[in-house]
């Protein structure tokens, strides 16, 4: 058993996390405090549940799990958001350019 094996959280194998409420948390503030803000849900994976990614008009960007695409689709109709479905319409192109200058900039 390792040093911190005990404070680890128990799961089952094969299982992944949810959604929480810090997470629609922090997708309602993240959006609140930017401009232009459109998401885009992204499909469950074998290592995460569903998600949504929120990129601001600069393509500054956040992602966290949500409960399921429906679940997606009903907090952006909340905020009259635009939202896309990331496996037909990709990732906006500003999103990759905002990823460019931070690594540039060395952020």
Same mark, same amino acid.
């Given at each position: 058993? =390792?040093?911190? $094996? !005990?404070? @680890? &959280?128990?799961?089952?194998? %094969? #299982?992944?996390? =949810?959604?929480?409420?810090? $997470?629609?948390?922090? +997708?309602?503030? /993240?959006?609140?405090? @930017?401009? %232009?803000?459109?998401?885009?849900?992204?499909?469950?994976?074998?290592?995460?549940?569903? #998600?949504? +990614?929120?990129?601001?008009?600069?393509?500054? /960007? #956040?992602?966290?799990?949500?409960? !399921?695409?429906?679940?997606?689709?009903?907090?952006? &109709?909340?905020?009259?958001?635009?939202?896309?479905?990331?496996?037909?319409? %990709?990732?906006?192109? @500003?999103?990759?350019?905002?990823?460019? @200058?931070?690594?540039?900039?060395? %952020?």
């Amino acid at each position: 058993m =390792g040093l911190f $094996d !005990s404070l @680890r &959280k128990k799961r089952k194998a %094969g #299982t992944v996390r =949810g959604a929480t409420r810090q $997470d629609t948390a922090h +997708l309602e503030q /993240w959006a609140a405090e @930017r401009r %232009g803000v459109e998401a885009f849900v992204e499909p469950r994976t074998h290592v995460t549940e569903t #998600t949504v +990614l929120l990129v601001a008009h600069d393509g500054e /960007w #956040t992602r966290r799990r949500v409960s !399921s695409a429906d679940a997606a689709f009903e907090f952006a &109709k909340k905020r009259s958001m635009p939202i896309y479905e990331v496996e037909r319409v %990709g990732y906006p192109k @500003r999103m990759r350019e905002y990823q460019a @200058r931070q690594k540039r900039a060395g %952020g």
